[in-house]
């Protein structure tokens, strides 16, 4: 069974930065795509950054310079470091898999993702 389990969250005044993470157990299969969502209160739940087996990434404009997404196999755990972050930012972040060739094979829209942690809430004031 795969378990994923979000860490990291809190509440950080514009410009600070912050880092998840997502702690995997359970075998997610050979080859995956692993991303970070966010959803804010009354928003839809969006994609933000994605992270395949082989390291490839992907992510939104609205992050570009700004959050990095990695992954440790080792330690079986995705990160997602968060830097100069805005007010907008703001929402519960989730992280999320699915068993698939790469992250640029089929959607990156939530409900392709067959795996998702509880999530863990990040807060930016202005």
């Known amino acids: 069974r795969v378990q994923l389990v979000e860490s990291g969250g809190g509440s950080v005044q514009a410009g600070g930065s912050l880092r998840l993470s997502c702690a995997v157990s359970g075998y997610i299969g050979s080859r995956y795509c692993m991303g970070w969502f966010r959803q804010a209160p009354g928003k839809e739940r969006e994609g933000v950054a994605f992270?395949?087996?082989?390291?490839?990434?992907r992510d939104v404009d609205s992050v570009k310079g700004r959050f990095i997404i990695s992954q440790d196999n080792a330690k079986n755990t995705l990160y997602l470091q968060m830097n100069s972050l805005k007010p907008e930012d703001t929402g519960m972040y989730y992280c999320a898999a699915d068993r698939r060739y790469d992250c640029y094979s089929g959607s990156l829209r939530m409900p392709s993702f067959g795996y998702w942690g509880q999530g863990t809430q990040v807060t930016v004031s202005s």
């Open positions: 992270i395949d087996t082989a390291g490839s990434t």
